[in-house]
């Protein structure tokens, strides 16, 4: 063993450090793994914050709290924590992207944002607190999504595509009366030509019980007969 181990080992065996030590190391380690079971469960569904990232960000905001209050004193012992909610905010920011399937990552944000708050229960030693915040998390992400699909409450974007003799407008007009029907809209629509034939694409977001009855009008319609759909992601 080096002279530097030893040192350090000495140090740590010192009953008032050796305390101090382990204490923060078990608030650190106790931040990892439940960020940890988090982000296991974002990894399993592919979302943008996985494992990683959610081990990352409650580890840090542990670590952070940690040095708040080692560092700060007693008078400035929420200051520096008092900076990871604008840091986190920001992160949770970039996470929500618009793009051509509506907008994503808002579960994904606030799971950001809540995993942070269990990395600052874990740094301030409220054990029960985070452990109690990470099930109820752990439980809403896996439970309430289950019951959004089976009792199809979470929106689906689906990508339709018509191919007719008619002309665009013709087209248009008919999907356009289906969708009023039934108070949807469309968006990303794109027209071009297939063997001669309009060929008319467009999304709609709506649950899956719903895009069933819109298929089923659709089809009814004079000239959208052989509309085709084709799943798309899940609106988070």
Request: net charge positive; charged share 15%.
């Given at each position: 063993?080096?002279?530097?181990?030893?040192?350090?080992?000495?140090?740590?065996?010192?009953?008032?450090?050796?305390?101090?030590?382990?204490?923060?190391?078990?608030?650190?380690?106790?931040?990892?793994?439940?960020?940890?079971?988090?982000?296991?469960?974002?990894?399993?569904?592919?979302?943008?914050?996985?494992?990683?990232?959610?081990?990352?960000?409650?580890?840090?905001?542990?670590?952070?709290?940690?040095?708040?209050?080692?560092?700060?004193?007693?008078?400035?012992?929420?200051?520096?924590?008092?900076?990871i909610?604008?840091?986190?905010?920001?992160?949770?920011?970039?996470a929500?992207?618009?793009?051509?399937?509506?907008?994503?990552?808002?579960?994904?944000?606030?799971?950001?944002?809540?995993?942070?708050?269990?990395?600052?229960?874990?740094?301030?030693?409220?054990?029960?607190?985070?452990?109690?915040a990470?099930?109820l998390?752990?439980?809403?992400?896996?439970?309430?999504?289950?019951?959004?699909?089976?009792?199809?409450?979470k929106?689906?974007?689906?990508?339709?595509?018509?191919?007719a003799?008619?002309?665009?407008?013709?087209?248009?007009?008919?999907?356009n009366?289906?969708?009023?029907?039934?108070?949807?809209?469309?968006?990303?629509?794109?027209?071009?030509?297939?063997?001669?034939?309009?060929?008319?694409?467009?999304?709609?977001?709506?649950?899956?019980?719903?895009?069933?009855?819109?298929?089923?009008?659709?089809?009814?319609?004079?000239?959208?007969?052989?509309?085709?759909?084709?799943?798309?992601?899940?609106?988070?």
């Amino acid at each position: 063993m080096t002279h530097v181990a030893t040192s350090w080992l000495s140090l740590a065996l010192q009953p008032a450090l050796g305390d101090l030590f382990f204490r923060i190391l078990g608030r650190l380690t106790l931040a990892a793994v439940l960020g940890g079971i988090v982000g296991l469960e974002r990894e399993l569904k592919h979302r943008p914050a996985g494992l990683r990232t959610n081990i990352f960000i409650c580890f840090g905001a542990a670590m952070f709290t940690v040095l708040s209050f080692e560092l700060g004193g007693s008078n400035d012992a929420v200051r520096i924590a008092a900076q990871i909610i604008p840091g986190i905010g920001f992160l949770g920011a970039g996470a929500i992207l618009r793009g051509k399937n509506g907008v994503t990552g808002i579960t994904t944000a606030a799971t950001i944002f809540v995993v942070a708050s269990v990395g600052m229960a874990c740094g301030g030693g409220l054990y029960l607190l985070a452990i109690f915040a990470t099930v109820l998390l752990f439980l809403a992400l896996i439970l309430l999504g289950a019951l959004e699909r089976k009792f199809n409450l979470k929106p689906l974007m689906m990508n339709y595509t018509v191919v007719a003799d008619k002309t665009p407008q013709e087209i248009v007009d008919a999907i356009n009366r289906v969708l009023a029907e039934q108070e949807k809209q469309l968006s990303g629509m794109r027209l071009s030509k297939s063997n001669g034939k309009e060929r008319i694409e467009f999304r709609v977001e709506a649950t899956r019980h719903e895009h069933s009855e819109l298929m089923n009008c659709f089809r009814q319609e004079p000239g959208l007969g052989g509309i085709q759909a084709a799943a798309g992601p899940e609106i988070e």
